[in-house]
């Protein structure tokens, strides 16, 4: 019988209160090119008090090889961090419960398994008649082709990304405390670089987003990301290069037609005050604390 590489990598997602986003996603990891067979799922529920459980155990066995695991709630690094210490697999693939993946995802990376150090992709709303949740699409985006050049890179998402598992021991996995739970991905990207590994960038590797904010959890979400931004900014003295006036021309780009870009610019102009009040946040917060 012919080897598969899928043996050699573990999927890992970490999962909190989500039961549907879940369903949806282990549904699609069904019908991957081959993982349902070859694939090893692990599912590391985050304390849910929903029916994640239920729904995690219902797909125990569609697939060759799954785990679930559960933990109180310590956060998505903490969560990621489980799942890789349980992994069988030489290869981490990290995707979040709210993400469904496309046929060929699974393929994508099994063509580059044999060289592979760091693999990230990037994700695309899956919710097109969301304007927060596609502004938030569009600023992911922004940041990762502002970093990517010849197929490499400086940043990596964790809800995208394939990693081998010496690399990621040797590392340390990701922190997992960084107040606000946010921006584990960019401190881990920051430690891969400044340890010398080639992060490599596959555009067409893509994952569908599929989170349906309203305004007020978009306001809630880009808080939550200066607040922990800003610690891994002190942390690494590592700051972004990408500006504001980058970012609100890329997204007026993707707006079609003159109200569709007024409403853009309001949201991205929301987005961009809440993250400063969260940066803002934690500085006021660790002068008070001394």
């Known amino acids: 019988m012919k080897h598969s590489l899928y043996n ?25 090119e081959r993982i349902k067979d070859d694939g090893q799922i692990i599912v590391v529920d985050d304390g849910s008090t ?24 310590e956060g998505p690094a903490a969560a990621r961090n489980r799942g890789a210490g349980k992994a069988s697999g030489e290869v981490l693939v990290f995707l979040d419960d709210d993400c469904t993946v496309p046929k060929d995802w699974g393929k994508r990376i099994q063509a580059q398994v044999k060289t592979l150090l760091v693999l990230g992709g990037r994700s695309v709303n899956g919710r ?6 596609e502004i938030a699409s569009l600023i992911a985006n922004c940041i990762l082709f502002s970093c990517e050049a010849n197929g490499h890179t400086s940043f990596v998402f964790a809800n995208n990304l394939a990693i081998r598992k010496d690399i990621f021991t040797e590392i340390c996995g990701f922190d997992e405390h960084i107040p606000g739970r946010r921006a584990e991905d960019r401190d881990l990207s920051y430690r891969l670089q400044n340890a010398g590994y080639p ?16 305004f007020w959890g978009f306001i809630r979400q880009n ?14 003295g590592s700051f ?4 504001c ?13 003159f109200a569709e870009k007024i409403i853009y610019a309001c949201i991205f102009i929301c987005s961009q005050l809440s ?16």
């Open 199 to 214: 992060m490599r960038f596959d555009n067409e590797l893509i994952v569908y987003h599929n989170d349906v904010m309203d």
């Open 245 to 257: 006036f980058e970012l609100f021309s890329y997204i007026l780009r993707h707006a079609h037609g």
């Open 8 to 32: 050699d990598f573990s999927i890992i997602i970490p999962t909190y209160n989500r039961a549907l986003s879940l369903e949806r996603c282990l549904r699609s990891l069904l019908s991957t």
């Open 240 to 243: 972004s290069r990408m500006n």
């Open 128 to 133: 097109g008649d969301n304007p927060f949740s």
């Open 50 to 73: 929903d029916s994640t459980r239920a729904v995690a155990l219902s797909f125990e066995r569609q697939f060759r090889s799954f785990k679930y695991l559960y933990q109180t709630n």
């Open 275 to 290: 993250n400063r009040a969260g940066a803002l946040s934690l500085y006021i917060t660790r002068r008070n604390n001394g």
């Open 223 to 236: 808080y939550a990301y200066g607040y922990s931004n800003a610690f891994v900014y002190r942390k690494t």
